[in-house]
């Protein structure tokens, strides 16, 4: 059976630099722990596996934003520790502490070990993302997604989140060949995973490289961005007769953004240290640009998340010669009141009509 045609386009338009008439616009983390009707899909699933590998509680929340916000693209619930939760290395989410894994990699042994998962062992994944589609009706498209080969081998190697990265950079520095075979094995996989989405029904993909911004120059390039070019240069990137765009963004990554421009992604996203208007002229335009509100910024009450929205829209100015998604420059707050969402959405629509308008009288 078809899939039903797309309604609103704009933002895969937008990913691809072609006219739009407003920027179009979400956030990361949009179906997350800021909306109550989340919390209370996340208690009848009773616990974050159970509500992501639940198809169809996974769809109910992936769909809940839709309903309250005018969002251009929704984007699958998930999350990037579904590939070493499927190399069984015991992934395990622990309320208020995040993931810890029962056996993280830290021995040649251990690395010798891995092998890419059978994508079998993620078909909930596959499953949420078919059922994502047929529910939403065109309405926006589908954002499909994974972590970076470097960000998801943050978590393999030091078995939960972590502030300094010290046994990952251990590795690093004393056996670099055993983080290579981590990351490449890692490459492979989620290469996979994200042509498995895309024949599901997603629309776009995003590579979150969460924890890139952490390497030194140098560094950062040998072991996150080349290992995330071997990703976005193994997609199948067309379906349902349409080009698939790819999102790729660093947290922190603002000092390489030519060199993240340069791996054959449509998008950057940018964190909100980030100047717009200066990193279109780094990147020349050859790429749409993602970003960059402060989360925080929504915390300050309406006339602040107006004046700020504004500025991220008036930093990249003008659209005729580049593409804009605004986002935030990172995931949105638990925190955040649902009003100041609403607030956000409705700036960004209707400020960016009248800049889109400005830019059509120009051009006739």
């Avoid at 070990?113 to 993302?129: C, E, I, K, N, R």
């Avoid at 939960?160 to 004393?174: P, S």
Wanted: charged share 20%; with cysteine; hydrophobic share 45%.
């Amino acid at each position: 059976m078809p899939l039903p045609s797309l309604q609103n386009d704009v933002f895969l338009r937008a990913l691809m630099r072609e006219p739009v008439p407003y920027t179009p616009l979400w956030l990361m983390r949009q179906a997350g722990r800021y909306l109550p009707e989340y919390n209370e899909t996340r208690a009848k699933a009773g616990s974050f596996l159970g509500l992501a590998q639940h198809p169809e509680y996974a769809c109910e929340v992936t769909l809940q934003p839709l309903r309250r916000f005018k969002f251009d693209a929704a984007i699958l619930f998930s999350d990037i520790l579904t590939i070493p939760h499927a190399m069984g290395l015991g992934v395990d989410f622990h309320a208020g502490e995040g993931p810890r894994f029962s056996r993280p990699v830290r021995t040649e042994a251990d690395v010798a070990g891995l092998v890419v998962p059978d994508m079998a062992d993620l078909q909930y994944v596959f499953d949420t993302v078919s059922l994502v589609r047929k529910e939403l009706g065109g309405k926006v498209p589908l954002i499909g997604f994974a972590g970076s080969p470097w960000t998801v081998g943050c978590y393999m190697v030091e078995g939960q989140g972590t502030d300094d990265y010290r046994l990952i950079k251990t590795m690093l520095y004393q056996r670099p060949d055993l983080l290579h075979r981590i990351l490449d094995i890692n490459a492979q996989a989620i290469g996979q995973y994200l042509n498995a989405q895309i024949r599901a029904g997603a629309q776009a993909v995003m590579v979150f490289d969460s924890w890139g911004g952490v390497l030194a120059d140098g560094l950062f390039q040998e072991f996150s961005l080349a290992y995330t070019r071997k990703v976005v240069q193994s997609l199948v990137r067309n379906n349902e007769g349409r080009v698939v765009p790819v999102i790729v963004f660093t947290k922190g990554g603002g000092p390489w953004l030519e060199d993240i421009a340069g791996i054959g992604c449509d998008a950057v996203g940018v964190d909100w240290t980030v100047n717009l208007a200066r990193a279109r002229k780094r990147v020349a335009d050859s790429v749409a640009l993602q970003g960059n509100l402060d989360p925080m910024a929504l915390f300050g009450g309406e006339t602040a998340i107006r004046e700020q929205t504004r500025r991220v829209l008036d930093d990249f100015g003008l659209v005729g010669e580049g593409g804009h998604i605004f986002n935030l420059g990172h995931g949105i707050s638990r925190f955040t009141a649902p009003e100041a969402v609403e607030i956000l959405v409705d700036e960004v629509h209707a400020y960016s009509c009248g800049k889109h308008a400005i830019l059509h009288q120009q051009s006739g």
